[in-house]
């Protein structure tokens, strides 16, 4: 048998570097409200930025979806478990996105390394943000193709990076949102030396669709920019859609590429056919409820005040993750639990998910919070400083 007394080392290590985590267990729904230990908190810390996580609309057509398909899809999309729902729904985010194509994965993580392990190889290279999500990162380990990373929202940097690469195909990928800091990416340039370069540019908008730009196209929409500038679109669905998946949008030829090639949308089960019910469900809501984006951008508004008023240091964040950046690893730890005795939830941030010295309480704002309920933030916010 092997000998666990390692493990338990280098568990004891992490507990006392405050790195320990720990999950807590919700006893009901996704929400601006929710129960833990037979506590109720108000929640800023999910990532249900519309509020469809348990809108009735969405749970009808998941009910519905079931009802009609069963629960399991049985197989992967490439043998029989690509049903209707999937199908439409891929037609429909397509023309969300304004792209001839979408193809649904079962989660953002494996789109990502989707799209990396079929255009890279050995030859090749992938250019990313520092800061960029955890499964970019990793797609391009996974890819095989060589990582080269810029400083963050860095453009020029990009262009040194692509000036002395002699790399085959080169692929530059960039959280549209970041998903710790809640800046944009400073999408027209990099697209600008993907053009010079003759590089591909990859969005991964999981914060940003359904959320930014007039119509909740995300950032692509923010900034004006088409297929032409971001060739490949990746948009999750377990975010500001409430449900649970994701998605590439491009081209014929990318879509039907991935098909062929990308092995975590080949050998994988399909997401539940009433998964994607559920999702078109709540797509026509993030297409027709514009007041969920502006309600968003009054709380974030109000926060803003606020906290400015409180002196806070905040990240320069205009979407729904506000960062409060407080440093040091064991204080941010303790300001989350001080927090939640007083019934306020906000995860602290720590390294390796951010940089050391940078640990942070991200606050998450809902469509579904009231200015109540930020009011009541600051107020709390307000005793544990
Ligand atoms: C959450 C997230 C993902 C992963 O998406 P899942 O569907 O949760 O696997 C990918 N990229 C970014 C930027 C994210 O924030």
Excluded at 102 to 120: H, Q
């Amino acid at each position: 048998m092997v000998d666990t007394l390692k493990l338990q080392q280098s568990l004891e290590e992490r507990r006392v570097q405050h790195l320990y985590r720990s999950r807590q267990v919700l006893e009901g729904p996704q929400g601006p409200r929710v129960v833990i230990d037979g506590r109720e908190y108000l929640n800023f810390c999910s990532n249900d930025y519309l509020g469809l996580a348990n809108h009735p609309q969405v749970k009808q057509a998941f009910k519905r979806g079931v009802d009609e398909y069963g629960v399991g899809s049985g197989a992967a999309h490439l043998v029989t478990g690509h049903a209707r729902p999937h199908h439409q729904l891929e037609e429909e985010l397509a023309g969300f996105v304004g792209r001839p194509r979408a193809l649904l994965f079962s989660t953002g993580y494996m789109a990502n390394l989707g799209v990396a392990s079929a255009l890279l190889g050995r030859k090749d290279a992938m250019f990313e943000d520092r800061i960029n999500h955890a499964s970019l990162i990793d797609a391009a380990q996974l890819s095989g193709a060589r990582l080269q990373r810029y400083r963050h929202a860095d453009s020029a940097h990009l262009q040194q990076l692509l000036d002395s690469s002699k790399a085959t195909t080169r692929l530059i990928a960039t959280d549209g949102v970041f998903s710790m800091d809640g800046d944009l990416a400073p999408l027209p340039p990099l697209a600008q030396h993907a053009r010079q370069h003759d590089a591909w540019l990859m969005v991964d908008d999981a914060h940003g669709l359904g959320v930014i730009g007039a119509r909740g196209r995300g950032s692509l929409e923010h900034y004006d920019l088409g297929m032409s500038d971001v060739p490949i679109l990746v948009g999750t669905l377990g975010k500001g859609f409430g449900t649970f998946g994701a998605f590439v949008a491009g081209e014929e030829a990318l879509i039907e590429t991935l098909i062929q090639q990308a092995r975590s949308y080949i050998y994988t089960t399909a997401l539940p056919p009433a998964v994607a019910e559920a999702t078109r469900a709540s797509l026509q809501l993030v297409q027709t409820e514009d007041w969920r984006r502006e309600k968003l951008h009054q709380l974030i508004d109000q926060f803003r005040a606020g906290a400015a008023q409180l002196g806070l240091e905040l990240g320069m964040s205009a979407t729904p993750i506000q960062p409060w950046i407080v440093g040091d690893t064991e204080q941010a730890v303790a300001l989350s639990e001080k927090l939640k005795q007083q019934g306020i939830l906000i995860s602290a941030i720590r390294p390796p998910t951010v940089p050391r010295g940078s640990a942070r309480l991200r606050i998450t704002f809902s469509a579904a919070h009231e200015p109540a309920d930020v009011t009541q933030l600051l107020d709390i916010i307000e005793t544990v400083l």
